[in-house]
């Protein structure tokens, strides 16, 4: 079965502070994908990244940037600089590598919810 | 290009009741999957349909039903609703079509389920 711990409940920073939310999955496939997504109060999940189990390259995306390490099963997510609107609640979330053309079932963390006040 | 709707956004049913959502998925997208969100259980997989197909379910209920129409749009039902129901019922999209890479999820705003 699959899998998905963050275990930090809820993180507060003052803006421009950096912040790192962790990730922590488990699964018994080889081939994999890893998401993070962000929830504001109006509640869409909204889409930050996808990264597959044989790519372990780092990505940066702005003030965004990913550390995955297969060898501790980690997909953490750093924001540089925080700034008032990354107030949200973060989801980490697993899924399996499906080759049959439709959306694989996604396994979600519990969510870290990042408040950043002036 | 136009996002992921669903339609209502807000509802309010009593017990007993039952209630349709409706979710239109991204233009060319063919795959739409539907997950309950509630404070208790977190987002949670209720089921994917693709092609007019389920092609994955969750574990919940026969109370929880879906369909996909041609035209990819989605709903899903609950019937004989019960207060454990109200949750906010997130839909995504995805491309579909073949590949390894064709799994990436799009979420609606969701619909907001209240049961007195």
């Known amino acids: 079965a699959q899998k998905v711990t963050q275990a930090q409940t809820e993180i507060s920073v003052v803006e421009k502070e950096d912040v790192t939310l962790d990730c922590v999955y488990e699964?018994?496939?080889?081939?994999?994908?890893l998401f993070w997504y962000k929830q504001p109060p109006s509640g869409e999940l909204v889409f930050l990244i996808r990264r597959n189990s044989f790519d372990e390259q780092n990505e940066i995306s702005g003030r965004y940037s990913w550390n995955f390490q297969k060898s501790t099963s980690s997909f953490n997510f750093t924001i540089t600089a925080s700034q008032v609107v990354d107030s949200a609640v973060y989801f980490c979330a697993l899924s399996e590598a499906r080759n049959t053309g439709t959306a694989s079932k996604l396994t979600f963390g519990t969510g870290t919810r990042l408040q950043v006040t002036l | 290009k136009a996002g992921v709707t669903q339609t209502p956004r807000y509802l309010i049913k009593t017990r007993g009741q039952q209630v349709t959502l409706s979710c239109s998925p991204i233009s060319g997208h063919r795959s739409v999957s539907w997950y309950q969100q509630t404070p208790g259980q977190g987002l949670q997989f209720l089921f994917e349909y693709f092609s007019e197909t389920q092609r994955n379910k969750g574990n919940f209920p026969g109370r929880f039903s879906g369909r996909q129409f041609s035209n990819s749009r989605s709903e899903m039902n609950v019937s004989t609703l019960e207060l454990g129901d109200s949750a906010l019922y997130l839909c995504a999209s995805s491309p579909g079509g073949g590949g390894l890479g064709n799994n990436e999820q799009f979420f609606g705003p969701g619909t907001r389920l209240t049961v007195l």
């Open positions: 699964t018994r496939d080889t081939t994999y994908y």
